[in-house]
T-cell receptor
Framework: DQQVKQNSPSLSVQEGRISILNCDYT??????FLWYKKYPAEGPTFLIS?????DKNEDGRFTVFLNKSAKHLSLHIVPSQPGDSAVYFC?????????????FGKGTTLSVSS | DAGVIQSPRHEVTEMGQEVTLRCKPI?????LFWYRQTMMRGLELLIY????????DSGMPEDRFSAKMPNASFSTLKIQPSEPRDSAVYFC????????????FGDGTRLSIL
C-alpha cells in the first residue's frame, strides 16, 4: 500500500527544456513534502520542499507545485541541464503523527541529453 | 562541513554472519533515521531515534535487526544472523529540529549477503 507514488519510472528530456516530475499521495494527513535528488553511489540530497499551506515554492531552476485537492505535487526544472540527470524521489511526512519520518516514492530517473 | 558519515561503504559477508553498520549523524542534529533501499520496495524507514531514544521501530523487518544509539554522535544497525534477502543499500539520515525540516543522508552502506 504505497502512500507516495511516482508513476513514471523514467523521464528523458533535452537540455534547455523543462523537466516535469510528478508525484501522487494518498494520505490526507501529509503536510510537508520534499524532493530529493540521488546520484549513483551517493545518498539522497535534499532539493526543495513545500508545506501544505502553500501551493508553490521556487528555488532557482526548481519549482514545486502542490495541488492538495488532487493530492498531487510536481517538480519543474527549467532549464534542464545534463547535470540534473539523477533519480528524483518525492517524499512526504505528517507532522504530529508518531514517527515523523519521511515516506518516499520509488523514484523517477531523469535523463537530460545535451 | 561534515555530513552524515556511514561505515563501511561496502560489506560482503556470508549468510549467518553478524553485520554491524555504523552511522555518525551531523553534529547538533537530534533525530536519526535508518532506511533500507531495495529495487522492490524502494526507500523504506526501518527505525528512527529522537534525542537518542528509539521512537518508531515498526519498520524493522524482524528480530534479527536491532539498532542502538548510545549517544548523540553514533548509531549502529545490527543484523544477526544475516540472510541473503537482507542484501540492500542501507542509509542513515539525520535531522535538526521538527519534522518540517529536511533530513540529510549519508552515502549508504551497500550490503551483500552471500
Amino acid at each position: 500500500d504505497q502512500q507516495v507514488k511516482q508513476n513514471s519510472p523514467s523521464l528523458s528530456v533535452q537540455e534547455g527544456r523543462i523537466s516535469i516530475l510528478n508525484c501522487d499521495y494518498t494520505n490526507s494527513m501529509f503536510d510537508y513534502f520534499l524532493w530529493y535528488k540521488k546520484y549513483p553511489a551517493e545518498g539522497p540530497t535534499f532539493l526543495i520542499s513545500i508545506s501544505s499551506i502553500k501551493d508553490k515554492n521556487e528555488d532557482g531552476r526548481f519549482t514545486v507545485f502542490l495541488n492538495k485537492s488532487a493530492k498531487h505535487l510536481s517538480l519543474h526544472i527549467v532549464p534542464s541541464q545534463p547535470g540534473d540527470s539523477a533519480v528524483y524521489f518525492c517524499a512526504a511526512s505528517a507532522r504530529g503523527q508518531a514517527g515523523t519520518a519521511l515516506i518516499f516514492g520509488k523514484g523517477t530517473t531523469l535523463s537530460v541529453s545535451s | 562541513d561534515a555530513g552524515v558519515i556511514q561505515s563501511p561503504r561496502h560489506e560482503v559477508t556470508e549468510m549467518g554472519q553478524e553485520v554491524t553498520l555504523r552511522c555518525k549523524p551531523i553534529s547538533g542534529h537530534n533525530s536519526l533515521f535508518w532506511y533500507r533501499q531495495t529495487m522492490m520496495r524502494g526507500l523504506e524507514l526501518l527505525i528512527y531515534f529522537n534525542n537518542n531514544v528509539p521512537i518508531d521501530d515498526s519498520g524493522m523487518p524482524e528480530d534479527r535487526f536491532s539498532a542502538k544509539m548510545p549517544n548523540a554522535s553514533f548509531s549502529t544497525l545490527k543484523i544477526q544472523p544475516s540472510e541473503p534477502r537482507d542484501s540492500a543499500v542501507y542509509f542513515c539520515a539525520s535531522r535538526s529540529g521538527p519534522s518540517n525540516q529536511p533530513q540529510h543522508f549519508g552515502d549508504g552502506t551497500r550490503l551483500s549477503i552471500l
